[in-house]
């Protein structure tokens, strides 16, 4: 049996009171997934443990069945954008943000206003790799929007600090902070040096370049300053899936899927055109979702199984937009799921669906909260009736944890 599995990305949540104390999920329309839930099993997954906030690259690394400590979320972003990585390379994944300066340690947005189209990025990146003189060889590549990818070519450490990640909220959360040592190594203090050195040498060049003032003239935030974590020095050893297929085109899980030798399969993410990132949004996911089936039914024959990620909707969690939230659920589930249910039914697949972290919009960040796990077989069902936070915890599949997510699903 072919197997699929569908990660949504953030897609769970907590009770909203402008939606009757009820989840993103339970209010919103989904009759395709709702159909794989009532004819399929449900339970509910802690992707890291019950007191460990997720993040997507430690829970996916995970869910497909290794350990967290494999985590290398700056080694999967540069293999994501074509980077080739040796040992003792040094690989971060960043973010263009947006900083008051670097003496007040005040950031403003962390995404720069995340509006920064990848036209404007990598005109940035350009002038950072033309500019920024350090005692090593370096590439930085702007990626998608504001992320990025800086690697520092040479024998390096990994323990470091990052500089902001932001996802974990709290008092901090916007306030900047140098990369340090987390050692008495020279090495690893070399190497945060190295890193400040970069961040203090780009935020110099980036904040008075063209771009930003033009974007500042347009009163959009200046993307001044790159924010780095995931440090990576070390080739991450996790388990293969050769005979799978992955249709990604979002870095991270692209780097996930080849590292884990799986055949990936992209499209060209479009540029953003204006300044309505939601209009983008969607855009993306109606993209996605007809490719994703376009390239199931022409290459489903060649693989046993298909991973397939859909990022939007926890976008809409961070920002606390759960109107955005639940019509990009619906969107999926009636361009995705919709279509995808015909060819299940068609060929017999198994579908796997579940999220790599939870994101309630009133929290604007990933939580500790179960997230629901589906299996669908055509064959075994049990007494749950829809695809949400309530039914999950009637499924007879019950409690389990990422690291044994792939057998307690069928899918290892």
Not at 52 to 60: E, F, G, H, K, V
Not at 185 to 193: E, H, I, Q, R
Request: aromatic share 8%.
């Amino acid at each position: 049996m072919k197997k699929i599995l569908v990660i949504l990305d953030g897609m769970s949540g907590l009770p909203l009171k402008e939606f009757g104390g009820k989840t993103v999920l339970e209010r919103a329309e989904i009759p395709n997934l709702d159909f794989f839930a009532e004819n399929g099993k449900m339970g509910y997954m802690y992707p890291l443990g019950e007191k460990i906030i997720p993040s997507s690259d430690n829970a996916l690394v995970g869910i497909f069945g290794n350990d967290a400590g494999e985590c290398k979320r700056g080694y999967y972003e540069a293999l994501g954008v074509g980077f080739k990585i040796a040992r003792g390379d040094l690989a971060l994944r960043t973010n263009f943000a947006t900083v008051d300066n670097l003496k007040s340690k005040k950031i403003i947005d962390r995404r720069a206003g995340r509006n920064l189209s990848s036209k404007e990025a990598g005109e940035l990146a350009e002038a950072v790799n033309m500019e920024v003189k350090l005692p090593c060889k370096f590439e930085f590549k702007a990626s998608v929007q504001h992320r990025g990818v800086l690697v520092l070519r040479g024998g390096f450490s990994d323990n470091i600090s990052s500089v902001n990640s932001g996802w974990k909220g709290g008092r901090d959360a916007m306030m900047f902070k140098f990369s340090e040592p987390m050692d008495n190594d020279p090495v690893s203090k070399y190497t945060a040096n190295i890193v400040n050195d970069f961040i203090s040498q780009s935020h110099k060049i980036l904040d008075g370049h063209e771009v930003n003032v033009k974007r500042e003239d347009k009163g959009l935030l200046k993307a001044n300053v790159l924010l780095t974590r995931g440090a990576s020095a070390e080739i991450p050893k996790i388990k293969g899936y050769g005979s799978w297929m992955s249709i990604n085109a979002m870095p991270l899980e692209m780097g996930i899927a080849k590292a884990s030798r799986m055949k990936n399969f992209a499209y060209s993410i479009p540029d953003m055109r204006g300044r309505d990132i939601y209009k983008h949004f969607y855009k993306l996911l109606k993209k996605k979702s007809g490719f994703c089936v376009k390239t199931l039914k022409r290459s489903h024959r060649d693989f046993l199984g298909c991973y397939v990620h859909f990022k939007e909707m926890d976008n809409a969690g961070h920002d606390d937009r759960p109107l955005d939230k639940k019509k990009m659920i619906e969107l999926v589930d009636r361009r995705f799921f919709g279509k995808l249910r015909r060819m299940v039914r068609r060929y017999g697949w198994k579908v796997v669906v579940s999220c790599d972290h939870s994101t309630p919009c009133k929290l604007k960040g990933h939580s500790v909260d179960p997230v629901p796990v589906l299996v669908y077989d055509g064959e075994n069902n049990d007494e749950s009736k829809g695809f949400d936070e309530k039914e999950m915890m009637k499924g007879s599949l019950g409690k389990m944890y990422g690291k044994e997510f792939m057998k307690r699903t069928g899918l290892g």
